[in-house]
């Protein structure tokens, strides 16, 4: 596409005395956009943890990564907030022309699974409406894809150790997400005093909304969710186990869910090509309505 970028799209909140809550940065462009999809990231990451999925996506379609109140080094006083679901709201509104598909990762995979199983987020609101349907004003209702997702159906599942074994995850896949960003340039030393630091900014509150978000899984009201889904694990993420993104397609009306092989938490860094290959995809089959149910697939042969 032609033409200088434009610069981000901002929402009127600030945080840190000057910053945007919520930034849209487009990070594929379209000639004439058919589908837009809408990127958003994980707890202390920022937009920029999209970049290795900029390439492999249809021609027709526009993408936009969200920097979100979470994202690494910004005002912590989000956690505070009782709905932080909202700037995930947020981020939906601001993307022009409405969506075709939403990606979470993570503790955005949390939020928006809370939001539309209690119904403060109702998907369809955002939708696209194309000029080759038969009804043009009628919108239809994105797709979203959880990523990395933390999910227990069962409240036994989780036990006094589980604060702690969460804890010591949590911390690690602090360190995790920065050593795969800098891609080799940073020593180890040097990635767990960053992972330490942002743990810091994170603090107890931040981490408190992440848990209790986790711990509320076995009581959502997953049927609600009735809008087509897809599920994105990694074959050997210790933080968010597979399995837990397996059980969460089987408890959601219209899901499917796919394990990505040689890679944890961050798919989306660790096995870009696939990750694009799949949510390409479901952007198709959500072109084609009444697409068959099949039983969960997986990339590479893997299995959960």
């Keep these: 596409m032609s033409g200088e970028e434009p610069g981000p799209i901002e929402s009127p909140d600030r945080g840190n005395g000057v910053e945007a809550a919520v930034r849209l940065h487009r990070t594929v462009a379209a000639e004439c956009p058919r589908r837009r999809v809408l990127l958003l990231h994980g707890l202390s990451n ?40 909202r700037w995930v709201r947020t981020a939906m509104e601001l993307v022009p022309g409405g969506l075709d598909l939403l990606v979470a990762h993570s503790l955005s995979a949390s939020l928006l699974l809370d939001a539309l199983a209690n119904g403060s987020l109702d998907p369809a609101e955002y939708g696209t409406s194309r000029s080759g349907d038969v009804e043009p004003r009628r919108q239809r209702t994105p797709g979203t894809v959880f990523v990395s997702p933390f999910y227990r159906s069962d409240p036994g599942d989780f036990e006094w150790e589980s604060i702690t074994t969460s804890l010591h995850d949590f911390e690690r896949t602090i360190r995790d997400g920065i050593r795969l960003h800098a891609g080799g340039r940073l020593s180890d030393e040097k990635s767990e005093e960053l992972g330490r630091l942002m743990c810091r900014k994170i603090g107890p509150y931040g981490w408190l909304c992440f848990f209790n978000l986790y711990l509320s899984t076995p009581w959502l009201l997953t049927e609600r969710i009735t809008s087509p889904c897809r599920v994105l694990v990694g074959e050997s993420d210790a933080a968010a186990p597979p399995e837990e993104g397996f059980r969460l397609a089987e408890n959601l009306p219209d899901a499917r869910a796919r394990s990505l092989s040689d890679c944890g938490h961050f798919p989306m860094i660790e096995a870009p090509e696939q990750f694009v290959a799949a949510a390409s995809r479901f952007l198709a089959e959500l072109d084609e309505p009444g697409t068959p149910q099949s039983a969960p697939e997986t990339v590479n042969e893997v299995s959960a």
């Design 46 to 85: 920022s937009a920029a943890v999209w970049n290795a999925v900029s390439r492999g996506w249809p021609e027709d379609t526009e993408v936009w990564a969200a920097d979100l109140p979470w994202r690494g080094g910004f005002d912590a006083t989000w956690s505070l907030s009782g709905d932080s679901s």
